[in-house]
T-cell receptor, first 112, second 114 residues
Framework: NAGVTQTPKFQVLKTGQSMTLQCAQD?????MYWYRQDPGMGLRLIYY???????DKGEVPNGYNVSRLNKREFSLRLESAAPSQTSVYFC???????????FGSGTRLTVV | GEDVEQSLFLSVREGDSSVINCTYT??????LYWYKQEPGAGLQLLTYIFSNMDMKQDQRLTVLLNKKDKHLSLRIADTQTGDSAIYFCAESIRRGGATNKLIFGTGTLLAVQP
């Protein structure tokens, strides 16, 4: 049982390039989330998806788009990367509204 | 507003107890959580407490909740070097709809000295 799988683990982008971070869960969870983690700021919610076919903005959605492709997969896209998007990105999922989250191992993104 | 605050750093000696504190702002939070993050890894759920409880104990972990003061603490008994990690407090925010959102604190780095 893999849990939450994120790819890639590391990525370096040039300013202005685009990329998609992939996330998949095999626990049949309804809800999925994207967070970014920056030193001294904890985790901040970028976007979330309560169920297949729905997505909503979190605290810091600017510069990002998401797609809930099916129940398993939730991707995060950077259309035009900026140095301020250098961060560690975590995907998470949960079964029900009060369940704790299961996290992936993260994607470390550097934008130069 | 939604805000969760933690101290940034705690250092203890192996075998001592560690107490990590957290304050939150949303009085409607239904669950509060403690997560552990080891270097280079994702967050792992350690324990959680329902908002109508005062205390929860799980082996070496004790969670205390003071709902009046919106204060949450995590006590680790007999702290070991393997407990060295960043600990995040999180509150569950429910704004209708089908899911909650977790608001995380900044994390407390626990350093255990041998």
């Amino acid at each position: 049982n893999a849990g939450v799988t994120q790819t890639p683990k590391f990525q370096v982008l040039k300013t202005g390039q685009s990329m998609t971070l992939q996330c998949a869960q095999d626990m049949n969870h309804n809800s999925m989330y994207w967070y970014r983690q920056d030193p001294g700021m904890g985790l901040r919610l970028i976007y979330y998806s309560a169920s297949e076919g729905t997505t909503d903005k979190g605290e810091v959605p600017n510069g990002y788009n998401v797609s809930r492709l099916n129940k398993r997969e939730f991707s995060l896209r950077l259309e035009s990367a900026a140095p301020s998007q250098t961060s560690v990105y975590f995907c998470a999922s949960s079964r029900d509204r009060d369940d704790g989250y299961t996290f992936g191992s993260g994607t470390r993104l550097t934008v130069v | 507003g939604e805000d969760v605050e933690q101290s940034l750093f705690l250092s203890v000696r192996e075998g001592d107890s560690s107490v990590i504190n957290c304050t939150y702002t949303d009085s409607s939070s239904t669950y509060l959580y403690w997560y552990k993050q080891e270097p280079g890894a994702g967050l792992q759920l350690l324990t959680y407490i329902f908002s109508n409880m005062d205390m929860k104990q799980d082996q070496r972990l004790t969670v205390l909740l003071n709902k009046k003061d919106k204060h949450l603490s995590l006590r680790i008994a007999d702290t070991q070097t393997g407990d060295s990690a960043i600990y995040f407090c999180a509150e569950s925010i429910r704004r209708g709809g089908a899911t909650n959102k977790l608001i995380f604190g900044t994390g407390t780095l626990l350093a255990v000295q041998p």
